[in-house]
């Protein structure tokens, strides 16, 4: 094998590590971050406890998305434009750039995510109100959120870390780190509500342990001196938080319009179906995040490949990512949606066991799961229009899917269908954005004689 065949081994390699490294962490992540709604609901107090658990998650996913995609993917983009990704030599000026970036990222990230929650802290009884809370779930909503947002910093550190392990080439401590979060936080689900009975209490500072220890590794691991990335002493620059705000808009634009759905769908539900419709969308918003866990893990592995293949100007390898990424992602959404289907009852009957809230679950699923088709095309296209730093396209993407053709189809189909079209307004809005990410697509990748 001659050097350049090394070389283009090399990059391929690159590509599905990066994509490994990624997709894994991003599928732990959402099969243990609603461990707390299957525990609640078995061993504590059924759907009552299983309805807080869901209305506290739209406050978090706002908290969530304001600390880190502003300050997530789209500034590991950044930090790895200045250092290349250790993939060519780099000079000192450009390293001492990259931990500055890194440092300055970090600090913005926790500094956001703290004020957020002490100002959810400090409102959480209008807040809960808003989001539905009756007398009988007050007291456990407040205990959940006020023990979320306590831990809030180490949420979106878990996040920044995750990026930041593969733009320092060491994605597999990213892994591994993610992996024992997850295994930490389904064991402490069960210490703390079955042998201790804290309740919803339980769950809340379990989920909150499994985000501290990455946060505290990746504190550890940035703060030791070594020639590579790390923290450092750092000014504050005012155009690198705009461009990477402005570049990661799409992803905050996604999540923040997740939470205004989610409220939607509350209103929407309780009035066509009572609290049995409520838990049965949380059960199929649990599901999606299941399976749309895994583009978004595949979206930001390879991020860093495209942005270095990009800031190179390396246009062949970009088609060939390109190319790669999307015959992937079309195939397994095939597959994906199949399995959805078929698995659609062993799933839904792993959150409830309650007959009404089963029936109305069991049926949506499979209606609702027909959005995988669609879906992973989708979040790849934004996740590689960030990458390569067109985040106007891709806030467009995430703009459209999310919260213009969802909020729509919600308004609208649920008035001729019932039930039914609520369970179709996401598949509809996700098509609808197909039609959407074709065009973009056509107008920046095909090109004739490419």
């Known amino acids: ?46 759907r009552d406890l299983y309805l807080t658990v869901c209305r506290k998650q739209c406050a978090v996913l706002v ?43 970090v600090v913005i990230g926790v500094l956001i995510s703290t004020v957020f929650a002490a100002l959810v802290i400090l409102f959480e009884d209008p807040i809960c109100r808003f989001l539905g809370a009756n007398d009988e779930l007050m007291a456990d909503c407040k205990a959940y959120l006020t023990i979320s947002m306590l831990f809030a910093p180490a949420c979106t550190l878990q996040t920044l870390f995750q990026s930041y392990f593969v733009t320092a080439s060491r994605p597999g401590l990213g892994l591994w780190l993610t992996v024992a979060a997850g295994i930490l936080n389904a ?19 379990a989920t909150g342990f499994g985000q501290l220890l990455p946060a ?19 000014s504050f620059r005012p155009w690198e938080i705009r461009d990477a705000c402005i570049n990661g808009s799409s992803e905050m634009i996604g999540q ?19 609290s049995d419709g409520v838990a049965a969308m949380t059960i199929l918003f649990y599901g999606q995040f299941l399976f749309n866990a895994f583009y978004l893990g595949f979206a930001i592995g390879i991020a860093p490949v495209v942005g270095y ?42 959150f409830t066991k ?33 990458a390569l730093s067109n985040g106007k396209a891709s806030a467009w993407i995430s703009f459209a899917r999310t919260l213009l053709f969802m909020v729509g189809f919600l308004l ?31 107008k920046y990748f095909w090109k004739p004689g490419e």
Request: neutral net charge.
């Open 309 to 350: 293949q990009y800031g190179a100007g390396n246009r062949k390898e970009l088609r060939k990512i390109y190319r790669i990424s999307f015959l992937f992602t079309v195939i397994s959404s095939i597959a994906m949606t199949a399995a959805s289907i078929i698995l659609a009852t062993p799933i839904v009957s792993v």
């Open 1 to 46: 094998m001659n050097r350049n065949e090394r070389l283009l081994f090399l990059h391929e390699s690159d590509i599905t590590q990066s994509k490994l490294y990624d997709v894994v962490p991003a599928r732990v992540c959402g099969t243990v971050d609603y461990y707390d709604g299957v525990y609640v609901t078995v061993y504590d107090r059924g």
């Open 63 to 105: 908290e969530y998305r304001l600390s880190d995609d502003q300050c997530g993917d789209s500034d590991c983009d950044y930090v790895c434009d200045r250092r290349q990704c250790d993939r060519q030599p780099v000079s000192w000026s450009q390293e001492k750039q990259a931990r500055e970036a890194l440092t300055e990222f």
């Open 412 to 442: 609208i189909l649920p008035q001729i269908f019932g039930v039914t079209g609520a369970w179709v307004a996401i598949p509809a809005a996700e098509l609808a954005t197909l039609f959407l990410s074709m065009w973009l697509h056509r």
């Open 187 to 205: 064991v402490l689900d069960y210490v703390l509500i079955v042998p201790i009975p804290l309740g919803i209490a339980g769950a809340a500072l």
């Open 216 to 234: 505290v590794v990746g504190l550890i691991f940035f703060s030791i001196p070594r020639k590579t990335l790390r923290f450092c002493r750092f």
């Open 354 to 386: 309650e007959p009404e809230t089963f029936a109305l679950a069991d049926a949506g699923f499979k209606i609702f799961a027909v959005n995988f088709l669609f879906s992973g095309v989708n979040l790849v296209s934004s996740g590689f229009f960030t």
């Open 256 to 274: 923040m319009a997740t939470a205004i759905t989610t409220f939607l769908f509350n209103i929407i539900l309780m009035r066509l179906a009572g």
